[in-house]
């Protein structure tokens, strides 16, 4: 029996700390996060599972403790995905469902090992209506959300894939270029159908790119880990795409300018 409690007292301090290192519940004081922590259940996840799939109702809101996570919208005609949202240690998932209560059309997958602390919507969502530093730090953290889409959305509509792929390592960059247990960088070591994924391209195009980086020495692989050897240049490649999109679209409204006809 007293095992049994340690146990369970050792599960929830875990669930505290876990819930500390997340910018969601961070501004919550250490008695609301002993309190809140205790509605937590741990979870564990294999590798390539999908844990909420877009038919869910979102019955639970969980936060990641270990491993990665992708929220993913797919396309049934084509089998093509778009990576939404590229989670690790500290994320939570789905905080639309919390905010709106509607399901929406996007799947969760891990990419490694997961485990998660879950709590049902219902119950956090009548602590959100009485928890002003929650509230506060939710729609803080939507905003995150929708800021990363933003950017999605315009490199996908503005950029190609070298520069939208350049873009991706540069928001991934480690400048100590640690380890991969021991580092923040959620894409170190996915394979060329993830990165696709990522940049709204397909993985023949992606291995493309990655090989020109890699012939111009501004990336190197080892053991199916991605490290930016030339961070200067990269900034430069992505810049120097951006003008060439740039240039590219002027000429093209110049033409259809003077023909009056599409180009």
């Known amino acids: 029996m007293a095992g049994a409690s340690r146990e ?14 997340s910018s969601l519940f961070a501004g919550l004081d250490q008695s609301a996060l002993k309190e809140l922590a205790g509605a937590f259940t741990s979870e ?12 869910a109702t979102g019955m639970y809101f969980r936060v990641i403790a270990s491993g990665r996570v992708k929220i993913v919208r797919s396309n049934s005609h084509n089998g093509r995905e778009l990576t939404l949202w590229l989670l690790g240690p500290g994320d939570a998932f ?19 090992e997961v485990e998660t602390l879950s ?12 928890s002003a530093p929650l509230q506060v730090a939710a729609h803080r ?12 959305a315009t490199d996908l509509a503005l950029t190609d894939t070298m ?3 350049a873009h991706l390592l540069l928001r991934h960059f480690d400048p100590d270029q640690r380890t991969a247990s021991q580092s923040r960088n959620l894409i170190r070591d996915l394979s060329q159908e993830e990165l696709a994924s990522l940049v709204g391209s397909v993985r ?7 090989a020109a980086l890699k012939r111009q020495g501004v990336i190197d692989t080892h053991h199916g880990a991605l490290r930016v050897l030339d961070l200067k240049r990269l900034l430069h490649l992505a810049e120097a795409h951006i003008a060439r999109a740039e240039r590219s679209r002027v000429r093209d409204r110049s033409r259809r300018d003077i023909t009056g006809q599409p180009v």
């Open 8 to 21: 369970i007292q050792h599960m929830r301090m875990n669930a505290i700390e876990v819930l500390e290192s």
């Open 44 to 55: 564990t996840w294999p590798k390539n599972v999908e844990i909420a799939a877009a038919t």
């Open 94 to 112: 789905d905080i639309l469902v919390l905010l709106d209560d509607r399901a929406h059309p996007n799947c969760a997958r891990t990419l490694d």
């Open 119 to 130: 709590i049902p919507i219902t119950v956090l969502r009548e602590w959100l209506e009485r």
């Open 141 to 152: 953290y939507v905003a995150r959300q929708l800021a990363a889409l933003t950017d999605l």
């Open 163 to 165: 520069t939208r792929l």
């Open 204 to 210: 023949v195009v992606v291995s493309r790119s990655l």
